[in-house]
C-alpha cells in the first residue's frame, strides 16, 4: 500500500524508542523505502544498526556527518513524501514548534515545511499532561502537523495515564491514511456494511454464516485512506475496528436494517458487503429450549432485504451490493442488480479458489447498471477495495 513511497522516520530519545523498530520493519512491508533520523538520545536507547539492518538504508544520527553526500537534510526533506516522527518527545516537540534546528532531525523537519508531517507523542504522563507541552503540540497542529494522540495506559515508568506510544500498527495505520491514497473520495459520506448477522433460536442459540467481515473492512479502510468521512455497520467478527471509521456493532439483521436507514439519507455511498442472514427463526424462545421438549424443526421466515429497501427509496446515493453465489454467478448477480436497483454489484464465487469468506483475498466480477462487466483477478481484499472505490468515484 506504500509501495514507491519515501516514508522518512524520524526516532527520538523516550522509552518507547524500541517500538519505532516495529513501525519501521510494518512500513517496509507495506512496500515504502525507509530513511530514518535518529537524535543523540535516541542511539542511547536503540542502536541504529537495528535501523540500518531493518531498513536497508543508511541511518542519519548526525548534522554534520563527514562521509554525507551533499546537503542531506535538505535532500531527505526533498525526498520524502511524508515524515513520521514516532516517538516524539517533548523536547523534540518542543523544538519543532519553536523553529529550532540545532540536529539533523529538526533541520529536517524545518526544511520540510511543504511535506506531511505526523508526529506520535509518548512520555510520562505528567509530562504529556504539561501545559507547556500541550501548548506546543496545538501550535503544531495549527500549522498542519498531524499529531497522534498518544494511548492511555501503564507506562514505563510506572505511572497509568496518557502519554503511551499507541500500538506500531496503528501508527503505520496513520501514515497509510496520509499518504497511499489520493483523497478522491473527500467531503464524501460513506456507509459500509460488514460481516454476519446472527438470527436468534433462544438465548444461547443462532443461525448465522461464515462471513468474518474481511471484505467490508478492508472498503472501510480504504474508503478512509481515500478521504471519506466512513460509517461501518458491522455484525460480529474478530476484526480489530478500523482507525478513524464510526463503527456501530449490531447482531441481528433487524440492527443492521435499523441502523442503515436512519443514515441512509445523509449518505453519498452505500456499499453493502455485509452477509445478512436471509432467514430468521420465525418465533424466538425466551428460555433456553431444553433437549428433551426440542421439536427438532425451527420454522423460518424471510428477514427484511436492506438492499432492496434502499434500492426503492434511492434518491441521490451510489448503491453497491455484494452477491456470493454457489453457482450461475452473472446471471443471478444481474437479476440481484437490476431487481434492487443498484449501481454496481460485486460478484464472487464461493467455489473460485482464493475468493469468499475468511481468506485475505478475493476474485470478483463488477458488473455496473450501464451492462459494463468488468473481472477482475485474484487480488487482496484491500487492493480489491481500492479498485471498487475508484469504480464508485467515476460514476
Ligand atoms: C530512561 C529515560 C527515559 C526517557 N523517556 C522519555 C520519554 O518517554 N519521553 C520523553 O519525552 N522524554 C524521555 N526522556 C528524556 C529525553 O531522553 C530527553 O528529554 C532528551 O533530551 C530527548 O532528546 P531528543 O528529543 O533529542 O531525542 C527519557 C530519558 C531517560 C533517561
Known amino acids: 500500500m506504500l509501495k514507491g513511497k519515501n516514508i522518512l522516520l524520524g526516532v527520538t530519545g523516550g522509552i518507547a524508542a524500541y517500538k519505532a523498530c516495529d513501525i519501521a520493519s510494518r512500513l517496509i512491508k507495506l512496500g515504502a523505502d525507509v530513511h530514518v533520523i535518529m537524535t543523540k538520545a535516541a542511539c542511547e536507547f536503540v542502536a541504529p544498526l537495528t535501523f540500518k539492518s531493518l531498513t536497508n538504508n543508511k541511518v542519519h544520527t548526525s548534522l554534520f556527518d563527514p562521509n554525507e553526500q551533499g546537503v542531506p537534510h535538505i535532500d531527505l526533506a526533498r525526498r520524502a513524501d ?3 516522527v514516532a516517538p516524539a518527545t517533548a523536547n523534540f516537540i518542543a523544538k519543532a514548534a519553536n523553529g529550532i534546528a540545532d540536529d ?15 508526529i506520535s507523542p509518548a512520555m510520562n504522563t505528567h509530562m504529556y499532561e504539561n501545559q507547556i507541552v ?29 502519554g503511551k506510544l499507541p500500538e506500531p500498527c496503528d501508527i503505520v495505520e496513520r501514515v497509510v491514511q496520509e ?83 436512519e443514515r441512509y439519507f445523509d449518505t453519498d455511498i452505500v456499499i453493502k458487503a455485509a452477509a445478512v442472514a436471509d432467514f430468521k ?24 432485504d436492506i438492499l432492496k429497501y434502499l434500492g426503492s427509496k434511492k434518491a441521490h446515493q451510489v448503491l453497491v451490493g455484494f452477491c456470493m453465489e454457489t453457482e450461475n454467478l452473472l446471471e443471478n448477480a444481474q437479476k440481484k442488480l437490476l431487481g434492487k436497483n ?54
Do not use: W
Open 134 to 162: 500541550q501548548e506546543n503540540l496545538e501550535k503544531l497542529r495549527g500549522r498542519g502537523f498531524v499529531v497522534i494522540k498518544s494511548a492511555s495506559g501503564r507506562l514505563a515508568c510506572g505511572s497509568v495515564g496518557m
Open 281 to 304: 427463526p420465525k418465533t424466538v424462545n425466551d428460555q433456553k429450549t431444553k433437549k428433551e421438549n426440542a421439536k427438532l424443526n425451527i420454522e423460518l421466515e424471510k428477514t427484511d
Open 82 to 84: 511524508a515524515i513520521l
Open 179 to 261: 499518504v497511499a491514497f489520493e483523497k478522491t473520495l473527500s467531503g464524501k459520506k460513506v456507509l459500509i456494511t460488514a460481516g454476519p448477522t446472527q438470527e436468534a433460536i433462544d438465548p444461547v442459540r443462532y443461525i448465522t454464516n461464515h462471513s468474518t467481515g474481511k471484505m467490508g473492512y478492508a472498503l472501510a479502510r480504504i474508503a478512509k485512506a481515500k478521504g471519506a468521512t466512513v460509517t461501518l455497520i458491522t455484525g460480529k467478527t474478530s476484526l480489530p475496528k478500523p482507525i478513524g471509521v464510526d463503527t456501530i456493532e449490531v447482531v441481528s439483521s433487524r440492527d443492521m436494517f435499523r441502523e442503515v436507514t
Open 104 to 118: 539533523m532531525l529538526t533541520s529536517t523537519i524545518l526544511a520540510a515545511n511543504d511535506k506531511k508531517i505526523i
Open 342 to 395: 443498484l449501481d454496481m454489484i460485486c460478484a464472487n464465487s464461493l467455489t473460485t479458489p482464493g475468493a469468499g469468506f475468511g481468506v485475505d483475498t478475493n476474485v470478483l466480477t463488477l458488473i455496473e447498471k450501464d451492462g459494463s462487466v468488468t473481472t477482475l483477478p485474484m487480488d487482496t481484499k484491500e487492493n480489491l477495495a481500492a479498485v471498487i472505490l475508484d469504480k464508485i468515484s467515476a460514476m
